[in-house]
């Protein structure tokens, strides 16, 4: 973290960093239910409908939870929406081509692929759009439309194209990091703002995830292929997948709150947010 604001000395950094992790904790409620959900259906059968058709219910209820207690907010839910459509799509052709696999059985399997697993892309979009409003983030340095909708577009084709093309993944990597250079996300905690570079805010997610994605295949989430007969741990390598997906989840987050921004009826609202009432 990259203070604008200093306040109480050593005590006060300590308490902005325990308000910036249950802040953080607040804004993981989705993806931690599935985590726990997981793992209690792997050690504990459930009856009448295989394991992953009530990991789907499990995904359902907690969605409609977080909407009707107000946790999520309406636009939320489109985002996230959005974000579960982008990710079947994903496995669906992820599945066909042997990436990964869904070895039990299930009746709300589709192409193999059942279909709570879009639920985990949309936590990811869950988690950006809780943390975006919890910590009233703001990009600075943001670059162009222009730029950004056609890097995120070729980032995610690049997931389907790199099985019968060249993976250009690291090309698109340091292209992310040439364009972003000078990009950084301005957050509160508290009543005191905090500043962090796109790049390494992106690479921590990342990172993240593919802790998480550990966390998920040891509890059956999916298999890889070299997962088949005992679990290992999932490949250094793949924490570049991941960096790239989460850069195309922030990257359609921005460019959707931006547009928001830009409607004349949440203008009154953001003036009153960042110059007070």
């Given amino acids: 973290m990259f203070v604008i604001c200093e306040r109480g000395g050593k005590v006060g950094a300590l308490k902005q960093f325990i308000r910036f992790g249950w802040e953080q904790a607040l804004s993981c409620l989705f993806p931690v239910v599935i985590f726990a959900s997981l793992a209690i259906t792997q050690i504990i059968p459930l009856p009448f409908l295989p394991r992953y058709d009530w990991l789907l219910i499990i995904c359902i209820l907690m969605q409609w939870f977080m909407l009707r207690s107000g946790l999520e907010t309406k636009d939320e839910l489109k985002v996230i929406t959005l974000f579960h459509i982008i990710g079947?799509?994903?496995?669906?052709?992820?599945?066909?081509?042997?990436?990964?696999a869904y070895p039990e059985e299930g009746y709300t399997k589709v192409f193999g692929v059942p279909l709570y697993s879009g639920f985990m892309y949309a936590s990811v979009a869950s988690y950006l759009c809780q943390a975006w409003r919890r910590l009233d983030i703001q990009l600075m340095?943001?670059?162009?439309s222009y730029i950004v909708a056609p890097l995120a577009l070729a980032i995610y084709l690049n997931f389907f194209t790199?099985?019968?093309w060249v993976d250009i993944r690291w090309g698109l990597s340091i292209l992310v990091v040439i364009i972003f250079w000078?990009?950084?996300?301005?957050?509160?905690?508290?009543?005191?703002?905090y500043?962090?570079?796109i790049v390494f805010s992106f690479i921590l997610i990342g990172f993240f995830i593919w802790i998480a994605e550990n966390i998920a295949t040891y509890f059956g989430a999916w298999e890889y292929p070299n997962q088949a007969n005992t679990w290992s741990l999932v490949h250094l390598g793949k924490i570049s997948s991941w960096l790239l997906l989460?850069?195309?989840?922030?990257?359609?987050?921005a460019t959707l709150k931006r547009v928001k921004e830009k409607d004349p009826s949440t203008l009154e609202a953001n003036v009153n947010r960042y110059y007070g009432s």
Avoid: A, N, T
């Fill in 162 to 164: 790199h099985h019968f």
């Fill in 246 to 253: 989460v850069i195309v989840s922030f990257l359609i987050v």
């Fill in 182 to 193: 000078k990009s950084y996300v301005v957050y509160k905690i508290d009543k005191s703002r």
């Fill in 141 to 144: 340095q943001w670059p162009s």
């Fill in 195 to 197: 500043r962090m570079p």
């Fill in 88 to 100: 079947l799509c994903l496995e669906l052709f992820k599945v066909h081509m042997g990436s990964w």
